[in-house]
């Protein structure tokens, strides 16, 4: 008995021996048992199972393109789940190391963009909601204060932001037509609210957690030999987290390209435009006294196009806020504001403006289907010349003036329903309010649009006129 024992402890001992001078020249197994027990990875596959099952069960009842975008968001989440479980023994790499790491997470989101792209399908909002929110999952490209981005557990909060404005419209448009579309926006939400946001909150507060001891690290992928045809093709379009520098002045450094690049959806939209120093209007570097020759060159004199100017997103004097004549833009986003700004927003067209945080004014004036979300203003948010808007105050407004406008849709939060709104020269005017905590519903108010004007008493009187159904 004694002679077998220790001949098994032998053969054990051999075994562990040729593991161990081999695992220098073999890839770490990033799907071993380790990663079964660890917590994080456990706590995951949870919310996999819950939250993104919830968002899965809701489409399958609804199928066509929102099961597809809903498999698609699966996808997403399968791979950060494999990327956490290859950071913990993987060594911290560098810019460009950390674009090939998360080479396959940029492929998912990119397929969910590009179903966006094109001619809109009847489910363009239940496809945007699943495209925006899934800028939600690079908190795991977070690498420190100075990377460009905002901590993970503000940039899963952030990201909702963005995609809850088309979320809040399936919730508006199928609330009285089909309980499914209902359920899914909602459990699209809880998947970010509460579930990834409180998931990074418990395990990943500061970022992923690369491994220190570990020997495997990642490179970038090698660049291919030059082609022997003397003249090269044009490069590909840069992938969500290429390291490729944008053409700008001043170049993006850091974390803030990969931001930027995540949040959009390959080449066909630039990301989300944070505005940095070399954007303000009292840093741009095209401001000179000079006019160049090539100005003379155009020979179109049509007013048409000499009203409309260049687009502009930045902050002029330190007080005021330009975004203007910005087509067909989803991803504008005012981050670095306080309450002694203004904003101001002029001649856009089918774009989406979101301030985060607090400014003293707002005012759209002259754009066609803009969309516009902030928290909190100070004095006014005024809608002027206008038609087919919506805006959405996330916290507080005093006073919301509609003037001149065809179409406007507002969303109040509860913060804001003691607002004062005033409209003139104005019609179709629908104020959404919540309806429901429990459920998240909206309630539709319209606005009227029609008067009657009595004289009584010496005076006139007026008041709204009234419908009543036949």
Known sequence: MEAQLVERLEKAVARLEALSSSSSSRSVDFSGEDAVVDPSIIALDDLIANYVGRVSAAAEKIGGKVLESSEILRDA???????????????????????????????????????????????????????????????????????????????????????????????????????????????????????????????????????????????????????????????????????????????????SAVFQEISSGGAVTSGLRKVTDDMKAKNRADRSGVVPVVEKEPRVKSSAFSKTGPPKLELQMGRKWAVENQIGKKDLVITDCDSRQSVYVYGCKDSVLQIQGKVNNITVDKCTKMGILFKDVVAACEIVNCNSVEVQCQGSAPTISVDNTSGCQLYLSKGSLEASITTAKSSEINVMVPASEADGDWGEHSLPQQYIHTFKDGQFVTSPVSHSGG
């Not at 503000?154 to 995609?163: D, F, I, P």
Request: charge should be positive; charged fraction near 20%.
């Open 77 to 255: 989440f399968s791979a950060l789940r494999e990327l956490l479980v290859k950071v913990k023994h993987t060594q911290k790499p560098d810019m460009a190391g950390l674009a090939e790491f998360l080479k396959p997470l940029n492929e998912v989101i990119t397929k969910a963009n590009t179903l966006t792209e094109g001619r809109r399908s009847d489910f363009f909002n239940h496809q945007k909601s699943v495209s925006d929110s899934l800028a939600a999952l690079a908190w795991i490209a977070y690498s420190g204060k100075d990377c460009g981005m905002s901590m993970p557990i503000a940039h899963v909060e952030e990201s909702w932001q963005m995609a809850e404005f088309y979320s809040n419209k399936v919730l508006v448009e199928y609330r009285n037509k089909d309980p499914n579309h209902v359920e899914w926006a909602k459990a699209l939400k809880e998947l970010y609210l509460p579930g990834l946001r409180d998931y990074v909150k418990s395990f990943y507060p500061l970022g992923p957690v690369w491994s220190t001891s570990s020997k495997a690290t990642v490179s970038a992928a090698p660049k291919a030999p030059a082609p022997a045809a003397p003249a090269a093709p044009p490069p590909p379009p840069a992938s969500l987290f290429s390291e490729s520098k944008p053409s700008s002045s001043k170049p993006k450094v850091g974390m």
